[in-house]
């Protein structure tokens, strides 16, 4: 694919996310075409359906989120720091929206996409290695997974809805709380369950 056409792909993608995040999965074709200022005949010629273009807003979140994750771990100073940046970064309301959107789309809309599954599965490694390093550090709490954080950013960001009235209106807050419950200094004992080993 040529540089210029690659571009415009890249901002009819990025522009289909914006309006998804406010609109919702279904969100008229036409909304996404005028927000990334194409022809509706364009973006079909693009992506001939509903489904090509909800793929294509999925990667596209998956690999910001993966460039966002290294971002935070090439500029932190230590792998905790970077967790907690990079926490706060999916959590911000533009992308939380996005993802709560994405949400509402039946599971096998991406487990079925094998692409998907494997820019997933390269995201969840990176932040598996940096809990690990920050185990290591001793600075978050030794019986934390990657799996956690991902349970996490799920509530927070996937299911606002599930989330009681004053912690929906103030997710901030209350996912800062939650993190500084993480940190090893914080860490209270959890009964009848083993320490995850530092590796």
């Known amino acids: 694919m040529r540089a210029d056409a ?3 792909l890249d901002k009819i993608v990025a522009a289909a996310a914006e309006v ?3 609109y919702g999965v279904n969100a008229p074709m036409k909304a996404v075409a005028d927000r990334a200022g194409v022809g509706v005949g364009t973006l079909y010629r693009r992506f001939p359906d509903r489904n090509a273009l909800i793929a294509a807003i999925g990667l596209h979140y998956l690999d910001s989120i993966a460039q966002a994750l290294a971002h935070a ?3 932190s100073t230590d792998a905790w720091s970077a ?3 990079f926490v706060m970064w999916v959590a911000e309301s533009g992308r939380g929206a996005l993802a709560a959107a994405l949400a509402e789309l039946p599971d096998e809309a991406f487990t079925e ?3 998907f599954a494997a820019e997933r599965f390269r995201w969840v490694q990176q932040l598996e290695d940096l809990v690990r390093r920050a185990r290591a550090d001793g ?3 030794p019986d934390v997974r990657g799996d956690d954080i991902v349970y996490l950013l799920n509530v927070f960001t ?3 809805d599930a989330l009681p009235g004053p912690v929906a209106d103030r997710p901030m807050k209350y996912l800062h709380y939650m993190l500084d419950g993480m940190q090893a ?3 209270t004992p959890l009964a009848g369950q083993e320490t995850t080993a530092v590796s």
């Open 6 to 8: 690659r571009r415009n």
């Open 113 to 115: 996409n094998a692409e």
């Open 158 to 160: 996937c299911h606002p």
């Open 139 to 141: 600075t978050i709490r």
């Open 20 to 22: 998804v995040a406010e």
């Open 83 to 85: 967790i907690r940046q």
């Open 185 to 187: 200094a914080a860490a």
């Open 73 to 75: 771990a090439g500029e």
